[in-house]
């Protein structure tokens, strides 16, 4: 498995085990809630809706305390796919907060989002509740204009905030719902929240999003944590994980998953004939695809929110690699040594007319292939049986095995040059070099990486880039994100220290020299090259 998903992090809300509750607050709790009325409600009464999976998460924020009394779980983090009533939910606990068993005098709760319009969403649903009920109206306090209602009774009060309206210091809510975290550019105002809560004993934060796109912002940080806690990685009883999520490599048309991650499907919500249709659509519609994924399934999308290309374009160049076919052709190689504990990779291209063909060789250490594959969220046992990965001894990079697939390669192809970055490569370039192997320094700075870059992008783009479809090196591209200099020249880093581009650097150092090769331009003659850079 590649992610937390259905299966691990939330198997405790459909297996029937007991929830502590040794002060009766999960029972209060979810007794109060079933007093709730909802406007659009089709039960009795129009009496709330709250089925066994919310009635299970309710008992399991509530019911564990301490000795002390004090609630155990002070952060929620659920990644929920859209149309199973999250917010319904949210708004409903917000009461509880607020009119309910859990408000304290004079208490805060707030609602916060990316930006008006979403905070009003959870608040315009809890004020729906409000008025299905007369005689919880009657005791409400309402300045719509401020998204703000209170309880007259105890001044306990509830207010839609939005990370577009500054940062808000000086809040010490006893709640706080953050609403679809992923959406959020800048993190300041989760922030305040955050350590606004640490203020008050007794206080919860609760997080419900679906998933987003890339690893550079505070919702990806998060989510990583909560999986670290749901993997037993990180002992932190504080956090409550509940990450209803498909697999990166699962099947995106399968009802079984839709059902696994979807908890409301089994009551009737989202609809499954409009996720049939939404899913029909996707299959021509590669954009479509991708927010069926994001939004339905909780797949979190490619690792870059800036990504290098668009990957239905990168796609494209999927077609068959042989080879066979390019055996004594001319051929030159980029390798990425990068730490002994991560992926190492050489990369193969030769040129087919005016398109560029690219090959992979992917090494890491065969120790703990799926602890490896549970913190990168990608199938490393499942490519190491297909072949995409050669597994090393250890729980370090064998660096003999790489240097003798440099050398396979250099006996079956024609080889014109092996460029390396010095940084991690000396020892294993001074051992080529010795038996007179075509051995050239590539550096990862900007006066290097950036032409490389931009003849890979053009290469791409062009649909000029064969690269066989390689799980791996497809994974290392969606990873890239890119750093654009005042003159306009890019250059990859990663975007989270777990991302894995290795197979993308090398690539582009590989394309690059071919492209300079083809023209007849070596290395020592390049822009790039002064006598600084000479490796003997």
């Known amino acids: 498995m590649t992610t937390i998903s259905a299966t691990s992090s939330t198997d405790w809300i459909f297996d029937d085990t007991p929830i502590s509750d040794p002060f009766g607050r999960g029972e209060r709790a979810v007794q109060f809630l079933r007093l709730l009325r909802h406007p659009k409600s089709r039960l009795p009464g129009k009496a709330f809706q ?32 859209r149309g199973n009533r999250k917010t319904s939910l949210g708004a409903a606990l917000g009461l509880l907060h607020t009119i309910g068993p859990e408000k304290v005098p004079g208490g805060e709760s707030i609602f916060a989002a990316s930006d008006r319009k979403q905070a009003r969403i959870g608040y315009d649903e809890a004020m729906g509740i409000i ?18 209602f209170t309880d007259g009774r105890s001044r306990a009060f509830l207010e839609a905030i939005s990370a577009d309206a500054g940062t808000q210091h000086g809040r010490t ?60 990685e990180v002992d932190d009883p504080s956090v409550l994980p509940i990450l209803f999520e498909a697999r990166q490599d699962e099947d995106w048309t399968d009802e079984a998953v839709w059902h696994r991650v979807n908890p409301g499907l089994a009551y009737g919500y989202p609809d499954i004939e409009g996720l049939r249709q939404l899913a029909r659509e996707a299959r021509e519609k590669p954009a479509d695809r991708e927010a069926f994924r994001q939004l339905h399934l909780n797949v979190w999308l490619d690792h870059s929110s800036d990504p290098f ?68 969220q990608v199938p490393y046992p499942t490519w190491a049986e297909d072949g995409f990965i050669t597994p090393t001894p250890g729980n370090v990079v064998d660096y003999h095995a ?34 007179g192997l075509p051995v050239v320094e590539f550096r990862q700075g900007w006066v290097t990486m950036a032409p490389a870059v931009k003849e ?74 002064s006598d600084e850079h000479a490796f003997m």
């Open 402 to 435: 790489v240097e003798d697939c440099i050398r396979e390669a250099c006996a079956r192809f024609e080889v014109r040059e092996i460029a390396f970055d010095p940084h991690m490569g000396r020892n294993m370039m001074a051992n080529l070099a010795e038996d």
């Open 309 to 376: 290309v668009e990957m239905q374009v990168y796609d494209e160049g999927g077609g068959e690699v042989d080879l066979v076919d390019f055996e004594d052709e001319p051929c030159w190689l980029g390798v990425d040594l990068s730490s002994v504990n991560d992926l190492t990779v050489v990369v193969a291209c030769f040129r087919v007319g005016s398109e560029y063909v690219v090959y992979p060789w992917f090494f890491c250490p065969a120790d703990n292939l799926q602890g490896k594959a549970d913190c990168d």
């Open 50 to 81: 709250l089925d066994p999976w919310q009635e299970r998460i309710v008992r399991r924020i509530y019911g564990p305390c301490g000795e002390d009394g004090r609630r155990i779980v002070k952060t929620v983090v659920m990644l929920l796919p």
């Open 456 to 529: 890979l992008e053009r290469a791409i783009l062009g649909r000029q880039l064969r690269h066989g479809g390689h799980p791996v090196l497809r994974w290392n591209f969606q990873n890239i994100a890119v750093e654009t200099d005042k003159a306009g020249n890019k250059s990859f880093h990663k975007g989270k220290s777990r991302d894995r581009i290795d197979g993308a650097v090398a690539a582009a150092m590989a394309v690059a020299r071919a492209a300079a090769g083809d023209m007849g331009i070596s290395v020592y003659d390049s822009d790039a090259w």
């Open 173 to 232: 809510p006893v709640f706080a719902l953050v609403d679809e975290l992923h959406a959020w550019k800048k993190r300041e105002l989760y922030d305040v929240i955050r350590t606004g809560l640490v203020k008050v004993p007794g206080s919860l934060m609760m997080v419900i999003t679906t998933a987003g796109r890339g690893q550079e912002n505070v919702a990806a940080d998060l989510i990583d944590y909560a999986r670290k806690v749901a993997r037993g």
């Open 131 to 148: 008025r299905a009920d007369a005689r919880i109206e009657k005791r409400m306090h309402l300045l719509d204009s401020k998204n703000r």
